[in-house]
């Protein structure tokens, strides 16, 4: 399986493109990159998923990277002249190397009768995020009643209100954290058009070695710049 995106093209600041927006109709887009945290990694297995439905910590990516603090860069689209900004796709930098190769990040699966490899996450609150296995155990072991997850959300929700670019809220981003003694935290970040199914990417160099993992919000077919 391969990107939705051009992921190459959308994670360069300044790249732009033209878009027909439906009801809307064509649109001028420019891309701009912005880093928006660190994500702590203490067991270097990742968890991608929508941080409004609660999380499960059975549902990692089946790869994991060596434990450390990874930048978090997130691809913002602008679209002129509707004047609305959507988060295009989020990145964990695993490093500097040049991405040459996508390949789908697949996820685990603990149904034994599932046939077909899990590659995407499901999104009902129009957010997605990042963060550690270690980290969403522990969110999940944490004592809570229903009122401590609403508020929970709350924050996040008011976080990314606070970061969010453009004039009407579609396109932010919070960096939340869970334990105050390992630091581990969430980062999360409006999920393009809002809900859906989206899989993951994992970046190649051409030494063969991991540069990064991607989440493609889907919002441009492939095409453009490699």
Same mark, same amino acid.
């Given at each position: 399986?391969?990107?939705?995106?051009?992921?190459?093209? =959308?994670?360069?600041?300044?790249?732009?493109?033209?878009?027909? +927006?439906?009801?809307?109709?064509?649109?001028?887009?420019?891309?701009?990159?912005?880093? &928006? $945290?660190?994500? =702590?990694?203490?067991? $270097?297995? &990742? #968890?991608? +998923?929508?941080?409004?439905? $609660?999380?499960?910590?059975?549902? *990692?990516?089946?790869?994991?990277?060596?434990?450390?603090? *990874?930048?978090?860069?997130?691809?913002?689209?602008?679209?002129?002249?509707?004047?609305?900004?959507?988060?295009?796709?989020?990145?964990?930098?695993?490093?500097?190397?040049?991405? #040459?190769? +996508?390949?789908?990040?697949?996820?685990? !699966?603990?149904?034994? *009768?599932?046939?077909?490899?899990? &590659?995407? *996450?499901?999104?009902?609150?129009?957010?997605?995020?990042?963060?550690? +296995?270690?980290?969403?155990?522990?969110?999940?072991?944490?004592?809570?009643?229903?009122?401590? %997850?609403? !508020?929970?959300?709350?924050?996040? =929700?008011?976080?990314?209100?606070?970061?969010? %670019?453009?004039?009407?809220?579609?396109?932010? @981003? /919070?960096?939340?954290?869970?334990?105050?003694?390992?630091?581990?935290?969430? =980062?999360?970040?409006?999920?393009? @058009?809002?809900?859906?199914?989206?899989?993951?990417? @994992?970046?190649?160099?051409?030494?063969?070695?991991?540069?990064?993992?991607?989440?493609?919000?889907?919002? %441009?077919?492939?095409? $453009?710049? /490699?």
């Amino acid at each position: 399986m391969q990107p939705f995106s051009n992921l190459n093209a =959308i994670l360069q600041a300044g790249y732009s493109l033209e878009y027909d +927006w439906q009801y809307l109709g064509p649109q001028t887009v420019m891309i701009s990159t912005h880093q &928006i $945290g660190e994500l =702590i990694l203490t067991s $270097g297995r &990742i #968890i991608a +998923w929508d941080p409004l439905m $609660g999380s499960d910590s059975r549902y *990692y990516f089946k790869s994991s990277i060596k434990p450390g603090r *990874y930048p978090v860069i997130i691809s913002v689209a602008d679209f002129q002249p509707a004047d609305d900004m959507r988060i295009a796709c989020a990145m964990l930098r695993i490093s500097n190397e040049a991405t #040459i190769k +996508w390949e789908v990040a697949t996820v685990n !699966d603990p149904n034994p *009768y599932q046939k077909k490899e899990l &590659i995407s *996450y499901g999104v009902d609150a129009g957010t997605g995020c990042f963060m550690d +296995w270690d980290a969403a155990q522990a969110f999940e072991n944490q004592p809570r009643s229903e009122d401590d %997850f609403e !508020d929970f959300c709350d924050e996040i =929700i008011a976080a990314m209100e606070r970061n969010s %670019f453009g004039k009407h809220g579609t396109a932010g @981003w /919070a960096n939340f954290q869970v334990n105050d003694a390992t630091e581990a935290n969430i =980062i999360a970040f409006s999920s393009g @058009w809002g809900d859906g199914g989206y899989a993951s990417f @994992w970046g190649y160099g051409a030494s063969g070695n991991l540069t990064s993992l991607v989440t493609d919000f889907a919002l %441009f077919p492939s095409h $453009g710049a /490699a």
